[in-house]
């Protein structure tokens, strides 16, 4: 097993920051709730303590035994995780009495410690915290500091043990990935050898000696996570994989045929799945977000179970499941909340009798394309936009029909086309149309018309863990508006959506 950097959770929104950040220094990093610490093995090399929303002064503030932990390993609190190493060993921590959000510079920096090693005097930090550590407690040094926080960073005598208020994590935070590479590289001993091709090796090794002679199904979506998923378990089983693609009626335009086309040049033995029907009369009347994507799910589970009874000797399940799908579906008791439920993420039924293998468990979406290409897997899967697992279900806000679905096909076969054939495609992370549950006024020729309403989506984004609206030419929204409501029947009105993650979500639903 890769040697590892152990992150504890508090419920920090910028938490999976910190592992993109540490991983990108090509060292392995898992994120674990603070109430559920994994057994400490000789693979962790080093502890971080995220931030949280929470005040460490609240009556049932997040906490744990630290003790169990201090002088075992290296230990770097950030934000939160600092001010609750100053609290619990004596120290003062109270309300700021000055604003600390946001941008601020070291005034003082003493670069004898390792954590400061090669940081320089005015280096801009990115503050982030409503109380502030007015006292250390004895043993406590203080080893940066702003112009209005004197306690910016500290160590802890004679032991590993750092405390740091600000986030080295964001990019406001200019030598950030310079003082996490001191704490994980120079003060944790790591190695920097988590890579692509290690990955791959390793996790074929596994899955031969998980699987062995099994037979695996696994369902294959067109995109990137569930192909290179499929990659290497064909690689590790070859012929004991069966891939069945789902037409479930909720796919882009042409999208069943063109993928099926594919991956036949892949190697992978797939099975395609015509079941429109069955997930439509699934989705009959429901219009909540969370009961579209029970349904769904629940449909895939029942067609995967009968594709898997005529594959003689099946015990595995295969699954795409990346680690922003595990993050985001699971509550770590209050701090983090779950934000969906995800058709990946969960285990399955009782009357499934297989088991579930998910190689990609523990990467991030750019991690999973890094891979693929190692792989040489096709780029035109690679570099293609992430897609829902539901579809346009949850592009469709309100009730789901064929009509509807048809309607969103058009519109969306044209807005990504018009990226492609634009050259914008590849500047977008993620991009498509929503159907909104609404009708607008219009006018079209002589007459009055009150027609459904669309929405265009694109985002930036590395992981998926936070996104930004891509500020797409006035004159190409122009263009697209224009085609969309002159080729598609029933759309009078196009809007673009100007929304960030946080605090919306790339998706509507």
């Known amino acids: 097993m890769a040697e590892q950097i152990l ?39 080093g502890i971080i303590l995220s931030g949280s929303p929470c005040s460490v002064r609240d009556e049932g503030a997040p906490d744990l035994d630290l003790d169990s932990l201090r002088g075992k390993l290296p230990i770097l609190g950030v934000c939160y995780g600092s001010q609750l190493l100053a609290l619990k060993y004596g120290g003062e921590v109270l309300p700021s009495e000055i604003r600390e959000y946001g941008r601020a510079n070291l005034s003082h920096i003493d670069t004898h410690y390792d954590l400061m090693k090669e940081m320089t005097h005015g280096s801009q930090v990115w503050m982030s915290h409503g109380d502030t550590i007015k006292e250390l407690p004895k043993g406590f040094e203080v080893i940066a500091s702003t112009s209005s926080v004197r306690v910016a960073a500290f160590k802890i005598e004679g032991e590993d043990t750092y405390g740091i208020q600000f986030h080295p994590e964001v990019t406001h935070t200019s030598e950030g990935k310079n003082l996490l590479r001191n704490f994980v590289v120079q003060i944790c001993g790591c190695a920097q050898d988590w890579t692509s091709d290690v990955f791959i090796d390793a996790t074929i090794a596994d899955l031969k000696a998980k699987i062995g002679t099994d037979k695996v199904v696994m369902g294959l979506s067109g995109g990137v996570d569930s192909s290179v998923a499929a990659t290497l378990i064909h690689r590790a089983i070859g012929e ?43 989705l009959e009347g429901l219009t909540e977000p969370e009961s579209k994507r029970k349904a769904i799910g629940r449909v895939f589970i029942e067609i995967f179970d009968e594709e898997a009874h005529k594959i003689p000797g099946v015990k595995w399940l295969g699954q795409g499941t990346i680690y922003p799908d595990v993050i985001e579906s699971v509550s770590i008791n209050g701090p983090s ?32 394309r890094e891979v693929g290409r190692a792989l040489e897997i096709p780029e035109t899967i690679i570099g293609r936009h992430p ?123």
């Open 240 to 282: 004991n994989l069966t891939c069945v693609f789902v037409d479930n009626g909720l796919l882009r335009k042409n999208e069943f045929e063109e993928v099926l086309d594919s991956y036949k040049h892949m190697g992978l033995n797939v099975i395609g799945v015509d079941v429109k029907q069955q997930f439509y009369d699934a």
């Open 387 to 509: 897609f829902p697992g539901p579809g346009l279900a949850i592009r469709i806000l309100g009730d789901i029909t064929a009509e509807k679905v048809k309607t969103l096909q058009e519109v969306d076969h044209i807005f990504i086309q018009g990226l492609k054939d634009h050259g914008l495609y590849d500047e977008v992370w993620q991009a498509g149309a929503i159907l909104l549950p609404i009708h607008s006024v219009g006018v079209m020729g002589d007459e009055r018309t009150y027609e459904k309403v669309v929405a265009l989506r694109a985002v930036g984004s590395v992981d998926g863990m936070t996104a930004d609206w891509i500020h797409l030419p006035y004159e190409f929204l122009g263009k697209m508006s224009n085609e969309i409501i002159n080729r598609v029947k029933g759309v009078n009105r196009v809007v673009y959506d100007i929304s960030s993650k946080p605090p919306a979500t790339i998706e509507w639903e």
């Open 337 to 368: 909340a779950t934000i969906k439920s995800h058709h990946n993420v969960g285990g399955l039924p009782d009357f499934m009798k297989l088991s579930v293998v998910e190689p990609l468990n523990t990467l991030f979406k750019d991690e999973v």
């Open 7 to 45: 992150i504890l959770d508090f419920g920090s929104q910028y938490t999976q920051l910190i592992a993109r950040r540490v991983r990108e220094l090509n060292v392995y990093c898992e994120i674990h709730p603070f109430n559920k610490i994994p057994e400490i093995t000789s693979e962790i090399k």
